[in-house]
């Protein structure tokens, strides 16, 4: 982008009660516990989501969500980020071992991914994470000298990066 471009428009922030495309906030809420915090398995999923329906029966309820099939359809269709996924396949193309070839040596694998500059042009001009973080390097010591890390632009590299492309000009 040239200098000085201001960010894409953003999408208006929604109702705060809207948890589209989830049902409710119980819903979005056991889906990011699950998925995300516990990383939960899809069988473990189904024995607890099976569990919960039965504590639900005596007052003809129903779980947020009916299996982990259910839950991964919800958390696939999440519109977040504007960033479509993309995908490649990956193989493996080295000579292979003349007796027993394992079974990944011959195996087509795909790899999901977004594109990480459009992730971090949507991070950078979000309104949400303004203050939030550093966007330059920097270095910090206490008093004895010892360098303090906190996050990633108090790291090393980020510090070597910014002092390399300082340099190399």
């Given amino acids: 982008m040239p200098p000085n471009t201001p960010p894409p428009p953003r999408r208006p922030h929604t109702d705060p009660e809207d948890w589209t495309p989830y049902k409710s906030r119980l819903q979005f809420e056991t889906a990011e516990f699950l998925f995300t915090?516990?990383?939960?398995?899809?069988?473990?999923?189904?024995?607890?989501?099976?569990?919960?329906?039965?504590?639900?029966l005596e007052h003809s309820d129903e779980p947020p969500f009916s299996n982990h099939t259910e839950l991964y359809d919800a958390i696939d269709s999440t519109p977040l980020g504007d960033v479509p996924w993309e995908v490649f396949n990956l193989k493996y193309d080295r000579v292979l071992p003349e007796n027993e070839v394992p079974a990944w040596m011959t195996s087509e694998y795909d790899v999901w991914f977004r594109d990480p500059h459009s992730i971090i042009r949507n991070l950078l001009s979000n309104p949400d994470f303004d203050g939030e973080?550093?966007?330059?390097?920097?270095?910090e010591y206490d008093a004895p000298g010892n360098h303090r890390f906190q996050d990633f632009m108090s790291g090393n590299w980020a510090w070597k990066q910014a002092v390399r492309v300082l340099f190399d000009y």
């Fill in 133 to 139: 973080f550093n966007y330059t390097p920097y270095q």
């Fill in 37 to 56: 915090r516990d990383q939960m398995s899809a069988g473990h999923i189904d024995t607890l989501l099976n569990l919960w329906a039965a504590s639900l």
